[in-house]
């Protein structure tokens, strides 16, 4: 598919406001608090199973179940499109263990172009850690509806991953690279078997923490779904490697908006490592806060902010140097990158990022070109984490489809 330039930017325009919500809200990364609307409804009509849906098979990216979604079909502005939550099989990139991940999936309705309609997977930026931040479980998808209508608009199937312990049971490894990547791949697995006439060739747009999931979907793609073709993947602001935050947290220098972040990483490893206190890594006005700040309440938005502006860096600090080496031993297992490329992989991000310290993003373009594959990337000076432009960046995905060759800025 070959999308016009009016096309392109349409999109562009659709997906930039929304990731820009995704990041400007008090709970860092957290787009939630931004639409009481999202809230998942529990009257009208209630969700059926798809019907046609592949229940049969087995392996990643097999379904458990695929509802239909009549709550989001009603907050939409459109109806020219198939819409199903989904519970499908993926894989733990710690432990290679069997895990069960949501998600929502898309498809225009009509007939599909020759050899089906291309996919977008859109890989989200933080909505929380807790069960009821995904995606899936709201009417308009935490704000991302915007962006899923736009590419249905212009004929792409998307597949919108929860991430593991978003929407499932189970604990949500917040910024484990790998494990997201994996669920990306496997959601577009869930729209072919949910779905009809979708195409093997897809492509893996992220931001933020969606960034990382979908540089992490490149790095595994080639090796762990050789049925799908990746055609590409962006990652604009992308969380690759947030080890530093351990160094910043025993200097005392947490930028205000990387203490929340901090926070729910430190949240998410005790949960997954019995061996990680969080007592170690917070006192004062951190732990008094502490629960409130997980919250993806959208209720309790102005609240959250409330608290955050009440924290000072120095509350994060490790208590020792053995707890701050542990924690930076996981991260560094997280962190990105990992393998070569599967496909060429755009970056783009912000010299002045206040989330993610832009040396920290340079370094892992660094790294990822000695290890091997096509990256371009655009370090924008003065651009923040929410500002940056990523118009370029539809361009870039419309060119992956339609085969021409990428520019390669490794040396």
Sequence with gaps: MRLTRRQVLWIGIAVVVTLGLVVASPLGFNLVGRATEALRGDD???????????????????????????????AASSRDLRAARVVY????????????????????????????WPVVALAHGTTGIEH???????????????????????????????????GEDGVHPYMDAKTAGLNVIDSVRALRHTFTGTSSRWFAFGASQGGAAAWAADEQAKTYAPELELVGAVANGPSADLTGMVAKAERGTLSADQMPIFLMVVEAVARLHTDVDRDDFRSGAAIDYWVALLSCDPATAAHRGTLIARLSPVEFAPRTPAAASRLREILANWALPQRPLSAPLSVVYGGNDTFIDAQWTTEAIAHQCALGGVVEWDLQPGMGHGNIDITRQFEFQADRFAGKPAINQCP
Excluded: H
């Excluded at 263990?97 to 020759?114: D, H, M, N, R």
């Design 132 to 166: 009821q931040c995904a995606p899936s479980l709201s009417k308009n998808l935490w704000s991302l509806s915007d962006p899923v209508l736009a590419y249905i608009k212009w004929g792409y199937a998307v597949a919108l991953a929860d991430y593991q312990g978003l």
């Design 89 to 116: 099989r993926s894989t733990n990139g710690d432990t290679g263990a069997e895990t069960q991940v949501s998600g929502a999936v898309f498809t225009p309705k009509g007939e599909p172009p020759p050899g089906g």
């Design 44 to 74: 009208g009509p209630k969700p059926v199973p798809i019907e046609g849906a592949d229940l049969g098979a087995v392996g990643p990216g097999s379904l458990i179940s695929a509802m239909t979604m009549p709550n989001f079909l009603d």
